[in-house]
T-cell receptor, first 114, second 114 residues
Framework: DAGVIQSPRHEVTEMGQEVTLRCKPI?????LFWYRQTMMRGLELLIY????????DSGMPEDRFSAKMPNASFSTLKIQPSEPRDSAVYFC????????????FGPGTRLTVL | AQKVTQAQTEISVVEKEDVTLDCVYE???????LFWYKQPPSGELVFLIR??????QNEISGRYSWNFQKSTSSFNFTITASQVVDSAVYFC???????????FGKGTKLSVKP
């Protein structure tokens, strides 16, 4: 079975540009999580969805960040406009009740904002 | 906030040594789950174990073992006869209730030298 799929794997952009990260969760999973990992702050939860509905977005840094989940098989995390401090690895993860809260992580997107 | 603390930022051992990674968590819940994940240099997050708070039995899986002590709110991870391939960052995590989200510790970077 395919795991969580993220695209792109690497993204290099210039400050001020819009960035869109994509995630396809494992089929049948009803929770989807977006994390950001940096050296300074470690692994931070940005937002998570249950059945396509955002449940907690308190981790989203600021209004420049937005996330959507239009259907059960797709989610996006958008940064507009991007800034150098947004440079990080962004992980998407999914789970469902049957996994006992175990989250399956995607390979991550390494974002570099110049 | 209910925290997960991994006091050891970095550990360096020589191959074949045993090493224990510490994890202490805070909780107000009677039922909760604890997790360990591994992040090798390639960057992906790999699930290692999930433990229910009702099950205080220690668990062993090959060279890996986990010691869950509810009285001290600790869930320590021991690697016996470490190998170079064990070099990675290890994260401890716990759930935040039925909502499905996890809170992660800052991670412990383990370096196993030949």
């Amino acid at each position: 079975d395919a795991g969580v799929i993220q695209s792109p794997r690497h993204e290099v952009t210039e400050m001020g540009q819009e960035v869109t990260l994509r995630c396809k969760p494992i089929s049948g999973h009803d929770y989807l999580f977006w994390y950001r990992q940096t050296m300074m702050r470690g692994l931070e939860l940005l937002i998570y969805f249950n059945n396509n509905v955002p449940i907690d977005d308190s981790g989203m840094p600021e209004d420049r960040f937005s996330a959507k989940m239009p259907n059960a098989s797709f989610s996006t995390l958008k940064i507009q406009p991007s800034e150098p401090r947004d440079s990080a690895v962004y992980f998407c993860a999914s789970s469902f009740a049957g996994t006992g809260l175990r989250q399956f992580f995607g390979p991550g997107t390494r974002l570099t904002v110049l | 906030a209910q925290k997960v603390t991994q006091a050891q930022t970095e550990i360096s051992v020589v191959e074949k040594e045993d090493v224990t990674l510490d994890c202490v968590y805070e909780t107000r819940d009677t039922t909760y789950y604890l997790f360990w994940y591994k992040q090798p240099p390639s960057g992906e997050l790999v699930f290692l174990i999930r433990r229910n708070s009702f099950d205080e039995q220690n668990e062993i899986s090959g060279r890996y073992s986990w010691n869950f002590q509810k009285s001290t709110s600790s869930f320590n991870f021991t690697i016996t006869a470490s190998q170079v391939v064990d070099s990675a960052v290890y994260f401890c995590a716990r759930d935040l209730g039925s909502q499905g989200n996890l809170i992660f510790g800052k991670g412990t970077k383990l370096s196993v030298k030949p």
